[in-house]
């Protein structure tokens, strides 16, 4: 089993459409978690991190579940420009980092 | 904004040669990375560093060294380049934990 799961997609929406992905971790101990954004052929861009109380920013809600082990993304009131990969990375102490292979959401008009 | 500069965005090199890229970040930070990014696999870390002159290995150093002689700049090295290293390579850096990363633009190598 990968330490850090995603459905790599694609989510096919419409504009305007509300669109949620959710990313498993394998280990319990896990301490940071964060989303980023990658476009074709860019580097990934960070996001959001993601804390236990959830946290939002604008059209983007990101939120932890700790007793299921995930973390998702929920996006409101998708525009093209939301067309991107998004990967989540998850921190299991120090300075590893795992990033999830990503899921390729397309928006179309 | 931070910015991560990687030296060059697209290479090619024969297999064998000994290949050098250059990340060099102009924050102050102390943690550098360097990942390898394959579709289907995303990101695997191949060397970290949290020091200048320190370095540790990640997932999949082999074939890979790097140097850190300063503390901005963090190199990664293919001793001797083969096909199956041909992918995207980023660079990373952040200024501590639990901070998230900023990344540079990546080198997408071609080993033929």
């Known amino acids: 089993r990968k330490e850090v799961e995603q459905d790599p997609g694609p989510f096919n929406v419409p504009e305007g459409a509300t669109v949620a992905f959710n990313c498993t971790y394998s280990?319990?101990?896990?301490?940071?978690f964060f989303w980023y954004r990658q476009d074709c052929r860019k580097e990934p861009k960070l996001l959001m991190s993601v804390y236990s109380s959830g946290n939002e920013d604008g059209r983007f809600t990101a939120q932890l579940n700790r007793a299921s082990q995930y973390i998702s993304l929920l996006i409101r009131d998708s525009k093209l420009s939301d067309s991107a990969t998004y990967l989540c990375?998850?921190?299991?102490?120090?300075?590893?980092?795992?990033f999830g292979a990503g899921t390729r959401l397309f928006v179309k008009a | 904004d931070v910015k991560v500069t990687q030296s060059s965005r697209y290479l090619v090199k024969r297999t064998g040669e000994k290949v050098f890229l250059e990340c060099v970040q102009d924050m102050d930070h102390e943690n550098m990375f360097w990942y390898r990014q394959d579709p289907g696999l995303g990101l695997r870390l191949i060397y970290f560093?949290?020091?200048?002159?320190?370095?540790e290995k990640g997932d999949i150093p082999e074939g890979y060294s790097v140097s850190r002689e300063k503390k901005e700049r963090f190199s990664l090295i293919l001793e001797s380049a083969s096909t199956n290293q041909t992918s995207m390579y980023l660079c990373?850096?952040?200024?501590?934990?639990?901070?998230?990363?900023?990344f540079g633009s990546g080198t997408r190598l071609t080993v033929v």
């Open positions: 560093s949290y020091d200048v002159k320190m370095k």
């Open positions: 990373a850096s952040n200024g501590g934990f639990p901070l998230g990363y900023t």
């Open positions: 990375a998850v921190n299991t102490g120090g300075f590893k980092t795992i």
């Open positions: 280990n319990s101990a896990s301490q940071s």
